[in-house]
């Protein structure tokens, strides 16, 4: 048995379909395309999900933009798809559920796992990579031109399910499969959009993040997947503290169609173990934000004490509503400056574009630093080598600066309304390697998004 359904986000409708009703919840997090009704019509994909039903409810769900959900104008970006996922959670009472992530969607799952660890209790990734193009220090992919290339050969033939022996090599000789593989790409969406996602998602990289998953994980891989090397699952399992991986011999790039007794038999056996530890959900991945207003004393001199006093107090309230518009959390004010926190870097980003104007219309002019990274929340306060970090960064600012490390930078691709400028490596004070920043532009012709 199963239902269908709509959860809204963001003003959008995504649409899932939730089957059985066992004692643990299972999210599935879609790769580079879906369609929640459709793929049912491969009996093997189908009798997965019934396998994972037995012991399990098991929902899943068209990213924004596919299948029966919202259409979209441009590729969502990583944190809108985050918003996807807590709806879901929300809506439909997942909680402490399992996310289980293919491809991209596993890069999805371990990035909000880290920044939500008490909204879920496991992760599950199958075709996972950290990083989507290879690179000198990440060898495991093909380079962004062999993936553009690959990439345009594919589009080129969108729709005809050409490229199902990639996906389920098992069904590659089935003209039936292949019309029907045809069929889910047309449904899930057309070729112009699939190219913004594909030039979205060569973007992703989570290196950074790994570290903070706290997470039991479970890392699956076929051995012969053409699509993402089976390399890309053994870094991961590697970096993330409390991950197994697991080779599921010889298939394609989906979980499904080969051997789905064994793949669920792991899954079973890996979700009934209880975990070994607690979860420390005061250790989060999320974005300090430091503000400062330059040269204040000087400032408070010209003004005298009063008027420095009343302006100190306007400062205030429009920087904590400003904040609050945002989605973030006010930590304290610094005299003459403030930390706030994010669990979204864009988000802060765009509160840092808005907190200057607003400064700047109090005729105040600033500097912003972020960074993305562990914090710790200690009660109304928080601390963590990130906010250490975020501080050395707006310390570096000239007046009317917004500096980011370049973890804020890969963790906001896709978001148009925003441009970086590299200003070189710096070495921050307390930290050993130099790091590459970053300064905040707004992008010509976009203002800042609430998303």
Not at 164 to 169: E, S
Not at 378 to 389: C, K, Q, S
Not at 419 to 444: C, M, N, R, S
């Amino acid at each position: 048995m199963s239902e269908s359904g709509y959860v809204e986000c963001d003003g959008l409708s995504i649409a899932y379909r939730s089957s059985g009703s066992g004692p643990l919840a299972i999210l599935m997090v879609p790769g580079i395309f879906s369609h929640c009704e459709l793929y049912h019509d491969f009996p093997q994909y189908s009798d997965f999900i019934a396998r994972l039903t037995e012991f399990a409810r098991v929902v899943e769900f068209d990213k924004r933009g596919q299948g029966f959900s919202d259409r979209l104008t441009a590729a969502p970006t990583l944190e809108e798809r985050a918003n996807d996922i807590s709806a879901l959670i929300t809506a439909l009472n997942l909680d402490d559920c399992v996310l289980f992530g293919l491809s991209e969607g596993a890069a999805m799952a371990l990035l909000y796992a880290a920044t939500h660890p008490s909204d879920i209790s496991k992760v599950i990734t199958f075709g996972a990579y950290a990083k989507a193009c290879g690179s000198a220090d990440y060898p495991y992919m093909p380079p962004a031109d062999v993936r553009r290339a690959a990439i345009e050969h594919t589009l080129a033939r969108w729709g005809t399910g050409e490229t199902l022996g990639i996906f389920v090599p098992e069904l590659a000789h089935s003209p039936a499969a292949q019309q029907l593989f045809g069929k889910i790409q047309r449904a899930s969406c057309p070729p112009a959009a699939m190219r913004q996602y594909f030039d979205l998602n060569l973007q992703i990289d989570i290196r950074a993040i790994l570290g903070l998953v706290q997470h039991p994980t479970l890392v699956l891989h076929h051995s012969t997947d053409q699509q993402v090397p089976i390399d890309n699952s053994t870094y991961i399992a590697k970096q993330v503290p409390n991950a197994r991986f697991e080779d599921c011999g010889p298939g394609g790039h989906f979980f499904w169609g080969n051997d789905n007794a064994r793949i669920v038999a792991s899954i079973r056996s890996f979700l009934m173990d209880r975990p070994m530890h607690q979860l420390d959900t005061q250790r989060v991945l999320a974005t300090p934000l430091f503000a400062d207003i330059v040269q204040s004393t000087e400032a408070a001199k010209a003004a005298g004490d009063h008027q420095w006093h009343i302006l100190l107090q306007k400062m205030e309230a429009q920087a904590a509503a400003c904040i609050d518009l945002f989605g973030g959390r006010l930590i304290k004010f610094t005299g003459d400056g403030l930390l706030a926190l994010f669990d979204a870097p864009g988000r802060a980003v765009d509160c840092a574009l808005n907190l200057r104007k607003t400064l700047h219309a109090l005729g105040l002019q600033s500097r912003i630093g972020l960074h993305t990274g562990e914090i710790e929340l200690r009660g109304a306060d928080i601390g963590g080598l990130a906010v250490h970090a975020a501080a050395r960064i707006e310390a570096l600012c000239q007046p009317g600066q917004i500096l980011v490390s370049r973890t804020v930078t890969e963790l906001t691709i896709g978001k148009t309304s925003l441009a970086f400028d590299p200003i070189g490596t710096h070495q921050l004070k307390g930290f050993d390697t130099p790091w590459p920043i970053f300064e905040v532009h707004q992008a010509p012709h976009n203002v800042p998004s609430t998303a």
